[in-house]
């Protein structure tokens, strides 16, 4: 009980944190882009709106910092992140919420994926090191140090464009009508393989190599030399003690890359135009929408909070000793 | 000693120290080995590789190999200072933690595990975007200042486990300063622990600032082998078929963080004999009809004579 209220305590100061960060980069960094888009929009812009930006942005200078840092917070806890700049006058929590599923759908489904296939992978080589199975673990290295927006760039090239297997950009077909019919979940699942199948490839070399290491310090361990003497079959062992141990630092690893792998699906989704958040992240940038750009990070980041803290409570269920030990 | 001599044996890292010496040379020399000036432009337009353009040239007739061969040194230096300031941090950080325990290791180690959960990317567009010009050095910063939380956390489980060992208690003992102790005692222990951070970091700020030019941040008259990625996507490089604009860019990228990874594998196995035992003689084993099994580490002695 004591764990899991350190970590709650933990994330939520994290998250203040992250929200603070946020508060202070556009009113530490150079330059004034907001205003001189605010002058633009002289008139265009209700009043209200006008004044969203003017907390987000710092630009109210006549109040003391203090008092735009509680301006700032009664702004997020009534969900208003501003207008968009770009998408005038939608504001900016909309559209973050129309494609913050789209992202989670994608990196949550590529994830799990990779993760047993690179675990099950990882396994089989730990196992069998000092055979042929390590000459793949060159292979492993190669996809782990290929940047994810070139994998995902050749991909379009052999699959999209060489092939015409699978669109190159996009998240369903145009002319369909989102519905919760089969047609349209079809169309999703086709349209989403090869960013998936990106994703998949280039993070599945981190948990290969990770689980392949923690095999091969595991199987020294007594108990399994003690299934072995026991007579136990091979697979037994490998399954039932080792790699049932391995598993667990794999676990608490997962919280740690996440935020690695999210980062990555976002160049992924600029790179296949697929409408989650990175896609719009891309769009504000390249737009200079900021209001956008610190929407999607606050979002992007609270997130990845949420998700490590639902796999630090799964690795508190998988292993007893945390539930003990003070850390 | 003898652990420096294996690591200079061992396989992985010699291939991932040839490969960044090259890299290296290209990063010294680039400009003056170029074969054209990578913004000189040409009636060849987007011809493929053939002898006058080794690589092919772009959409304006640029030639593609003189952008690569400009463009190391961007990411090596943004690579090397990235690197460089984060383990700075790191070890400052991680090192202390370590050391003072108590409430100041708490404090420092949970901002660098906040640091570790906030997503890193999205964190650098987020200030590389705003500020107004964001050239190579600042995006090196902006990573390094990002970046450090991972070394910091190993150092400090590190140097957790040292501050209790023998040796160091007997200097504190001696009635040596705590300055002399985290210096001469601690910190040579940890050299290893540093280096893989510091290769680690440098691989993370290799592809975050290729990533960065990808989308557009830095700016794009700037060579390194992220714009080159860049001018290809923005004019349909894949839709024209021009292969040679994107697949070397990629490649040098994946061959300079796969020499980086190789590096830090040697590294490991330093650190964990365990790792090290069985791997590296897999051949010999096996010439001797030796099967590994799991849990033994085969231990083989030759006969004197």
Request: proline residues 5%; charged residues 10%; contains cysteine.
């Amino acid at each position: 009980m004591r764990f899991l209220l350190r970590r709650v305590a933990f994330y939520a100061l994290t998250a203040w944190a992250a929200i603070t960060i946020n508060f202070f980069i556009p009113r530490m960094l150079p330059g004034d882009p907001v205003t001189a888009l605010l002058g633009r929009m002289q008139g265009r812009i209700d009043s209200r709106a006008e004044h969203s930006l003017r907390v987000l942005f710092g630009l109210d200078q006549d109040t003391s910092l203090w008092q735009q840092y509680v301006d700032y917070w009664g702004l997020l806890l009534r969900g208003d992140l501003g207008l968009s700049f770009t998408h005038f006058p939608t504001p900016v929590a909309d559209i973050v919420s129309q494609s913050l599923p789209w992202t989670v759908g994608l990196v949550g489904v590529a994830t799990v994926i990779a993760f047993v296939i690179g675990s099950l992978i990882g396994t089989f080589l730990g196992w069998r090191r000092g055979t042929w199975a390590d000459g793949l673990l060159p292979v492993a290295t190669f996809f782990q140090a290929v940047p994810y927006f070139w994998l995902g760039l050749i991909t379009i090239a052999v699959f999209s464009v060489n092939l015409g297997w699978f669109p190159s950009s996009g998240s369903y077909d145009r002319g369909m009508v989102p519905a919760f019919t089969g047609e349209f979940i079809g169309s999703v699942i086709y349209y989403g393989f090869l960013p998936a199948l990106t994703v998949v490839l280039s993070s599945v070399a981190g948990w290969v190599l990770g689980m392949r290491n923690m095999m091969v310090t595991v199987s020294s361990e007594d108990y399994v030399t003690v299934a072995h003497a026991k007579g136990l079959p091979e697979r037994q062992v490998m399954f039932g003690y080792a790699a049932r141990n391995a598993v667990l630092p794999q676990v608490s690893s997962f919280a740690l890359s996440l935020g690695f792998v999210v980062g990555g699906t976002l160049i992924m989704e600029m790179v296949f135009s697929y409408q989650g958040i990175g896609y719009t992240l891309y769009q504000a940038v390249s737009t200079h929408d900021y209001p956008l750009m610190q929407g999607c990070f606050l979002v992007i980041t609270l997130s990845v909070l949420v998700a490590n803290m639902v796999a630090d409570l799964a690795y508190a269920l998988l292993d007893p000793r945390t539930r003990t030990e003070d850390r | 000693m003898n652990n420096r001599l294996m690591f200079l044996r061992n396989g992985k890292v010699i291939t991932g120290l040839v490969i960044l010496g090259f890299f290296t040379l290209l990063a010294l020399l680039g400009p003056w080995i170029a074969p054209y000036d990578p913004n000189q432009v040409s009636d060849a337009l987007l011809s493929p590789p053939s002898a006058a353009h080794w690589l092919g040239t772009d959409h304006t007739g640029r030639d593609i190999l003189s952008q690569l061969v400009v463009g190391t040194r961007g990411v090596l230096v943004v690579g090397l200072v990235a690197g460089v300031s984060a383990t700075v941090v790191g070890v400052l950080v991680g090192v202390t933690a370590g050391f003072v325990g108590g409430v100041g290791d708490e404090s420092l180690s949970a901002l660098s595990n906040m640091f570790l959960v906030i997503p890193q990317l999205p964190l650098i567009i987020l200030i590389a975007a705003q500020l107004p010009s964001a050239g190579g050095l600042t995006v090196a910063l902006v990573i390094g200042a990002t970046g450090w939380a991972w070394g910091a956390r190993v150092l400090r489980a590190q140097t957790l486990s040292l501050r209790k060992r023998d040796f160091v208690e007997a200097a504190r003992a001696n009635g040596e300063r705590t300055w002399r102790l985290v210096l001469v005692e601690v910190m040579p222990n940890l050299t290893a622990v540093i280096a893989s951070g510091f290769v680690g970091t440098v691989t993370f700020a290799v592809l975050s600032q290729v990533t960065l030019s990808f989308i557009g941040i830095t700016p794009v008259s700037e060579w390194n082998w992220g714009t080159i990625l860049f001018w290809a996507q923005n004019n349909l490089a894949l839709q024209r078929g021009a292969w040679w604009w994107f697949v070397p860019a990629g490649a040098c990228i994946a061959l300079l963080g796969m020499a980086l990874t190789l590096v830090n594998f040697g590294i490991d196995e330093i650190v964990n004999p365990r790792l090290r035992s069985t791997g590296l003689h897999a051949r010999s084993l096996r010439r001797r009809g030796i099967r590994p099994r799991v849990g033994f580490t085969p231990v083989v002695r030759e006969a004197r004579s």
